[in-house]
């Protein structure tokens, strides 16, 4: 079956632009997380949504970060008025529910900020 | 959120078993140990999660102590494909009333696998 996928795969905006990222969770999964990931750096934890809970928003670094879900599908990342500092890969992943430990991640939309 | 400390680098030759050791010793009650991999340009994959002793799939073992103090991850026969880097973390689900979810990833072991 499909895999979580993201769009745009790449995106290159000058700072200051606001821009959004997607995500199409895996079909049936409840619980969906966004994570940044720099360059030759691990994962930082953004935002976590489960269900029709209020999401877990503690990750965000500024309030310049929002994110959305629709019920239990899409996920939008969106960054306002973007630094150099926000340039990163942007990680979504899905699981079949918060109590799972088995995340499925999508392969990532790498952001630039010129 | 319990902290894991992991080497940063390993080298292994092809059909070596490779042992990644990683430390968490302020895991919590509740709190279970997982393993992830990742290759350049995609997002990590799941390799094996465990509570205590050993856990055992088809593409690795995980051993944990009594204590639960430390974790190893043993992948058997590695071969070129197994280069990648491994990330251990320690978490509790949300919906086990503990709190929020979330996987703390460091910076992983980085394992090269030489022909």
């Known amino acids: 079956g499909a895999g979580v996928s993201q769009s745009p795969s790449n995106k290159v905006t000058e700072k200051g632009k606001d821009v959004e990222l997607r995500c199409d969770p895996i079909?049936?999964?409840?619980?969906l997380y966004w994570y940044r990931q720099r360059l030759g750096q691990g994962l930082e934890f953004l935002i976590y949504?489960?269900?029709?809970?209020?999401?877990?928003k503690s990750g965000l670094p500024s309030d310049r970060f929002s994110a959305e879900r629709t019920g239990e599908s899409v996920s939008t990342l969106t960054i306002q008025r973007t630094q150099q500092e926000d340039s990163a890969v942007y990680l979504c992943a899905s699981s079949l529910s918060g109590a799972s430990y088995e995340q499925y991640f999508g392969p990532g939309t790498r952001l630039t900020v010129t | 959120l319990a902290k894991t400390t992991q080497p940063i680098s390993m080298d292994s030759y092809e059909g070596q078993e490779v042992n990644i050791t990683c430390s968490h010793n302020n895991i919590a009650t509740n709190d279970y140990i997982t393993w992830y991999q990742q290759f350049p340009s995609q997002g990590p994959r799941f390799i094996i999660q465990g509570y205590k002793t050993k856990v055992t799939n088809e593409v690795a073992s995980l051993f944990i102590p009594a204590d639960r103090k430390s974790s190893t991850l043993s992948l058997p026969r590695v071969s070129l494909s197994d280069t990648a880097v491994y990330y251990c973390l320690v978490g509790t689900p949300a919906d086990s009333g503990a709190g929020s979810y979330q996987l703390t990833f460091g910076k992983g072991t980085k394992l090269s696998v030489i022909p």
């Open positions: 079909s049936g999964h409840t619980a």
């Open positions: 949504f489960q269900g029709n809970s209020a999401p877990d």
